[in-house]
Structure formats: C-alpha cells, structure tokens
C-alpha cells in the first residue's frame, strides 16, 4: 500500500529542500528539523529524523531483512519554515529588494520580516551534470563550424 497522488497539486512552493521547518501537527509536533526530500506529486516533505515508522523487510538476495525505522513523509501543511530570527513557525512571503532581486521573508502575526535565505544544499545538483563527452554529444569542432555565410552565398537554399 502506498501513498496516492495528491489530488490538488501546489503550484507554488515556497517549502525547499533544506529548509530548517518545525513540524505542527502530528506525532512530532513542536519538534524541528531540516528538509530531506520534496515529493511534489504527493504534496509530501520528509524530515530528517522525524516522522520514523518501523519498515518490515523482507530478506533478499543481497540484502539482510528484519524492522528498519525510516522517516515517513508529512504532508506540506504539518510543517511551517522557522523564522530565523524569532525561532517560532511563520509563513513565507515573497518581496522584491531595492536592488531588484526576490527574496523570501518571514511574515505572518509572530514573524519578524526577516529575510529567509535560500538553503546552500539548492546550488549543488542532485545528479551532478557529465564532464566528458556521452556518444551521443557532437564534437565541438563541428558545432563551430561556420555553414552559412550570406555575402559568399554558402549555404543558401535554392529556390
């Protein structure tokens, strides 16, 4: 049995991964933790350490079985960003500085405006992007080459 696709996607999350939440509903309410995963096809985040279930699995080639923990998703309306200045749970605004950049600050009743900085975990690639050239990569001398050129009349079709 597992988790269904959510039924009203979120189109705009504010929630990402790396992102210090405090989870507010459920087993480990008032406790807080940085975000492992975003799943946005269940409207889910799994936090690291929280939300354990006990996982019984099956012995197999390769692997040992017995009960493993591992942590459960939450849905994305039991865990709120902490405010990095006051600490407590808020809610996320987007503003535009001066210099016209976007960033994320705190807002709701308790929140004190501050800015929210984008995780660091954000600029590293999850697969990171291949070095070498694949088989299927066109080298690089024929991408440079010049096929077409007006004044000459190369490469002009003819009509």
């Known amino acids: ?6 039924e009203k996607l ?9 992102d210090n939440v405090m ?17 946005r096809s269940q409207n889910r985040v799994i936090v ?5 279930v006990k996982k019984h699995i099956k012995q197999g080639e390769g692997h040992t079985g017995g009960i493993f923990s591992i942590e459960a998703p939450l849905h994305v309306s039991n865990v709120q960003v902490v405010d990095p200045v006051t600490g407590k ?12 950049t976007k960033v994320r600050y705190a807002r709701g009743m308790n929140a004190s405006g501050a800015v929210i ?5 954000l600029k590293e690639r999850r697969k990171p992007r291949p070095t070498s050239p694949g088989p299927k990569d066109t080298p690089i001398e024929l991408v440079l080459e010049k096929t077409y050129d007006e004044k000459a009349g190369i490469g002009m079709p003819d009509l």
Do not use: F, T
């Open 10 to 18: 979120i189109k705009h999350w504010k929630i990402l991964r790396g």
């Open 117 to 121: 900085p984008r995780p660091e975990i």
């Open 23 to 39: 989870i507010i509903r459920g087993k480990d309410k008032g406790e807080s933790g940085l975000i492992k995963r975003v799943i």
């Open 1 to 6: 049995m597992g988790w269904k696709a959510a």
């Open 89 to 100: 749970p808020c809610k996320i605004g987007y503003k535009y500085l001066e210099d016209g």
């Open 48 to 52: 690291e350490g929280k939300n354990l």
